[in-house]
């Protein structure tokens, strides 16, 4: 068995959204630790660049496969495609989000986020999850969001989907006992990557609190998927923040929440 540098089992990592962003920052850190990559996105040009930096920095095998997650066909031809490969390690980190009022945000947007946040992730992860349990061993890393912990009005339907990532992959880690095989999930706060931009985040009150940097958020929650951790916050405010919701009152949750994302120059 081939070992990486950090005596862990090297092996084959399956990263989506890996074409910036925290994808970027862990196919780095998987690569350094001398795995190879499967990297998935939408853009051909951005994964063939990374792959090949990959390749001759760490002398590690890195394979782009330019898929719309978010579409389902596409999905379900991703998942045909890499059925005699063995994964690993899984990091389902492709996302987006979307501010604004539910009812006012075009509906084809909002398909395909749950699309690609809800059933992307969790059909990728069925398929790679039997595997690993057959062989005995398996990493599983889930990408959700602070916004999971609490309904949040302007983020609506990310927030709900991160709820669902975050309940989905605790769920799993259970099933997953005595495997050999874990789910970990990460809750980011707002991190400086292309998300904002996509969201149309960065009027949002939220942001007034400051940016985490993309590689100090996927080096924890990396380090937190290797040791099979359950759940990774990111930075004391957020973690002060998931857990100050446990003793608000429910209908307080939201407002709270709602103050924060919306836009600074908003008077609603
Ligand atoms: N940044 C934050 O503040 C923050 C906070 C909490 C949670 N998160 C979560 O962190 C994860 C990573 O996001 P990020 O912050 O790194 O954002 P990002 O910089 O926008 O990166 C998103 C990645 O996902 C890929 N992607 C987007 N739509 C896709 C699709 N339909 N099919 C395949 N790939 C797709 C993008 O590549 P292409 O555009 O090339 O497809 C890109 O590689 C997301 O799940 C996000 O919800 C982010």
Not at 31 to 36: I, T
Not at 146 to 160: I, M, R
């Amino acid at each position: 068995m081939k070992h990486s540098k950090g005596n862990v089992r090297a092996g084959i990592a399956l990263i989506t959204g890996a074409s910036g962003g925290l994808g970027l920052e862990f196919a780095k850190m998987f690569a350094e630790e001398g795995h190879d990559l499967i990297l998935v996105a939408r853009s051909g040009d951005k994964l063939n660049h990374v792959c090949a930096e990959l390749r001759s920095s760490f002398g590690v095998e890195a394979t782009s496969y330019v898929v719309d997650l978010s579409a389902p066909e596409q999905l379900e031809q991703f998942v045909q495609d890499i059925a005699g490969i063995r994964i690993d390690y899984l990091v389902n980190n492709a996302g987006f989000g979307d501010t604004g009022y539910f009812y006012l945000r075009p509906w084809k947007l909002q398909l395909e986020m749950i699309n690609l946040n809800i059933l992307a992730l969790s059909r990728i992860t069925h398929h790679c999850a039997a595997g690993m349990v057959e062989r005995g061993f398996g990493r599983i890393l889930n990408i959700a969001s602070t916004g999971a912990f609490q309904p949040s009005p302007f983020f609506n339907v990310y927030a709900a989907t991160k709820a669902y990532v975050l309940s989905f992959t605790e769920a799993l880690q259970v099933e997953l006992r005595g495997t050999g095989v874990t789910a970990t999930v990460s809750c980011p706060g707002p991190t400086e990557t292309g998300f904002h931009a996509r969201a149309g985040s960065y009027r949002s009150r939220i942001m007034n609190m400051g940016l985490m940097s993309g590689e100090r958020v996927a080096k924890k929650a990396y380090r937190a998927m290797m040791k099979g951790q359950s759940l990774v916050l990111h930075g004391l405010r957020n973690a002060l923040m998931a857990f100050s919701i446990r003793l608000t009152p429910r209908s307080i949750a939201p407002k709270a929440a709602h103050y924060f994302m919306k836009y600074n120059d908003d008077a609603q």
